[in-house]
């Protein structure tokens, strides 16, 4: 389970947190890992305060994974 928990909360919550704000314009936001908010909907988002979206860290953790996942399919389609 360290690998499970390594590859999600460090590398694909660390890339969310950075590229969702990016992506999106800055209209989703990601929890700090720390968090203990609840009331998720079962995509793992809610709305905040101020009208954005708010991404739970666990479902952040698999967003961020997508991008690795395909660049290590192109570069082994490419290899």
Known sequence: MFVYDV????????TARILLPIVS???ISVEPISSE???YN????KSSKNSRYLCDA?????LG???WVV????????W
Do not use: C, D, Q
């Open 7 to 14: 590859l999600l909360e460090a590398v694909g919550y660390s």
């Open 25 to 27: 314009f800055g209209y």
């Open 37 to 39: 908010e609840k009331r």
């Open 42 to 45: 079962w995509l793992g988002f």
């Open 58 to 62: 666990t479902m952040a953790g698999w």
């Open 65 to 67: 994974l997508i991008p």
């Open 71 to 78: 660049l290590i399919v192109v570069l082994f389609a490419v």
